[in-house]
């Protein structure tokens, strides 16, 4: 590891850069596709992978803080893609899930999601590829680390 400070060779700074460009990348796809925020199609994503669970929930899951995750649970109820139910487990919250209208534009959206993805790695070797999902979740469980 370096010992000067040069953020073309900082890899956090590196990391952050390249999620932006893929962020902004999906991020056009979806809005332009779909009118959906990137928050909006994780909480989407999220519900359709792991079923309803409460907006707390939703927070640990994306890594997405409170207000973020408020936002788009906002938007999406408003275009009927999410609905609010009583949680049985904590009267004080409630657990988000999909409706019919939510399910159908997941089942629209998830092919094209994986297009983009096909798309942005496909000049990448699939050893590769997969040694990369390895270091991320390396990457995932460091920082978790050193958050407690």
């Not at 332009?32 to 707390?56: C, K, N, Y």
């Not at 089942?107 to 590829?129: H, M, N, S, T, Y």
Request: glycine share 6%; proline share 5%.
């Amino acid at each position: 590891m370096p010992t000067t400070l040069k953020l073309d060779q900082f890899l956090p700074y590196r990391l952050s850069i390249a999620s932006n460009a893929v962020s902004e990348a999906v991020a056009t796809a979806y809005r332009t596709l779909f009118g959906l925020r990137i928050p909006e199609w994780r909480l989407v994503a999220v519900l359709a992978e792991d079923g309803p669970m409460s907006q707390q929930a939703l927070c640990g899951r994306t890594r997405m803080d409170k207000v973020t995750v408020s936002r788009a649970a906002i938007a999406l109820a408003d275009r009927r893609l999410v609905e609010r139910t009583p949680n049985p487990e904590d009267q004080r919250s409630h657990l988000l899930g999909l409706t019919a209208e939510g399910w159908g534009l997941y089942e629209q959206v998830a092919p094209k999601a994986l297009e983009l993805e096909r798309r942005i790695f496909e000049g990448i070797d699939a050893k590769d590829i997969e040694a990369f999902r390895a270091m991320l979740e390396r990457l995932e469980a460091a920082t978790g680390a050193l958050e407690g």
